[in-house]
């Protein structure tokens, strides 16, 4: 009897740290830090090349990202807008593009805010299997973070690059416009703009707005500004 008691014992130990080692390394991989790679493969799904367009003006090229199962995509304001005569207008047409189609689908602009430069639009037909960004939280960011930013680089398509955190949150004037943003040491050109700002488990944190320009009017290259995703969320969640 003392026997059996005694085997009992021993397998409900041996369970019960096995059980622990099995949680410890599922935890430990589930917090792994991404590759830029894994970083790219498991966002692209997510990341769209958009397009803004009205006829006789032209078009306006950048990125966006979904954020919900019904379609729900945001982007800067300044992809889907353009100056005349002073005035900021929208262009007449909009369309995304996912990672692996070639051709445009439509999108219908929900609302916009050009001093916080977000733009939010849905998907005229969801026809397709969604997968909404995972969502970050900015808060948790600290100088020397690893981020990686993912957009329409150039317009030729998706493509990642990597860098840090320079400053988590500071004010910074652009446009006569002052913004709350994340300074991050990452190089980006136009096409970027409305893109992701990612952290190194593949979460949003931010979306890519601006860079600054120095006493000559050249683009200062290699540090990019991108809008805090909670302000994003504040944003959007009447929508």
Same mark, same amino acid.
């Given at each position: 009897?003392?026997?059996?008691?005694?085997?009992?014992?021993?397998?409900?130990?041996?369970?019960?740290i096995s059980?622990i080692?099995?949680s410890?390394?599922?935890?430990?991989?589930?917090?792994k830090p991404?590759?830029a790679?894994?970083?790219?493969?498991?966002?692209?799904?997510?990341i769209?090349?958009?397009?803004?367009e009205?006829?006789?003006?032209?078009?306006?090229y950048?990125?966006?990202?979904l954020?919900?199962?019904?379609?729900?995509?945001?982007t800067?304001?300044?992809?889907?807008?353009?100056?005349?005569?002073?005035?900021t207008?929208t262009?007449?047409?909009?369309?995304?593009?996912?990672?692996d189609?070639?051709d445009?689908?439509?999108v219908d602009?929900?609302?916009y &805010?050009?001093?916080?430069?977000?733009?939010?639009?849905?998907l005229?037909?969801? &026809?397709?299997?969604?997968?909404?960004?995972?969502?970050?939280?900015?808060?948790?960011?600290?100088s020397?973070n690893?981020?990686?930013?993912i957009?329409?680089l150039?317009?030729?398509?998706?493509?990642?690059s990597k860098?840090?955190?320079?400053?988590?949150?500071?004010?910074?004037s652009?446009?006569?416009?002052?913004?709350?943003?994340?300074?991050c040491?990452?190089?980006?050109?136009?096409?970027?703009?409305?893109?992701?700002?990612?952290?190194?488990?593949?979460?949003?944190?931010g979306?890519?707005?601006?860079r600054?320009k120095?006493?000559?009017?050249?683009i200062?290259?290699?540090?990019?500004?991108?809008?805090p995703?909670?302000?994003?969320l504040?944003?959007?969640?009447?929508?």
């Amino acid at each position: 009897m003392k026997k059996k008691v005694y085997f009992i014992l021993i397998f409900v130990c041996v369970s019960i740290i096995s059980i622990i080692s099995l949680s410890l390394n599922i935890y430990f991989l589930a917090t792994k830090p991404l590759s830029a790679s894994g970083v790219f493969n498991f966002c692209k799904a997510s990341i769209l090349e958009i397009k803004a367009e009205t006829e006789g003006i032209g078009k306006s090229y950048g990125t966006a990202e979904l954020i919900s199962t019904d379609g729900t995509i945001i982007t800067n304001a300044h992809i889907i807008t353009y100056s005349q005569l002073g005035e900021t207008k929208t262009f007449e047409k909009f369309s995304v593009r996912f990672v692996d189609e070639e051709d445009f689908r439509e999108v219908d602009l929900y609302k916009y &805010d050009s001093v916080l430069d977000i733009a939010v639009l849905k998907l005229v037909k969801v &026809d397709r299997k969604i997968n909404p960004i995972k969502i970050g939280d900015d808060n948790k960011l600290k100088s020397g973070n690893t981020v990686y930013a993912i957009g329409n680089l150039s317009n030729y398509g998706l493509s990642i690059s990597k860098g840090i955190v320079s400053i988590p949150h500071i004010n910074v004037s652009y446009n006569n416009i002052t913004r709350n943003v994340i300074q991050c040491d990452l190089t980006i050109s136009d096409g970027n703009s409305g893109g992701a700002l990612l952290n190194d488990e593949g979460r949003l944190v931010g979306i890519t707005t601006f860079r600054l320009k120095d006493t000559s009017n050249n683009i200062v290259y290699g540090i990019s500004y991108c809008i805090p995703i909670n302000a994003v969320l504040e944003y959007i969640k009447n929508v």
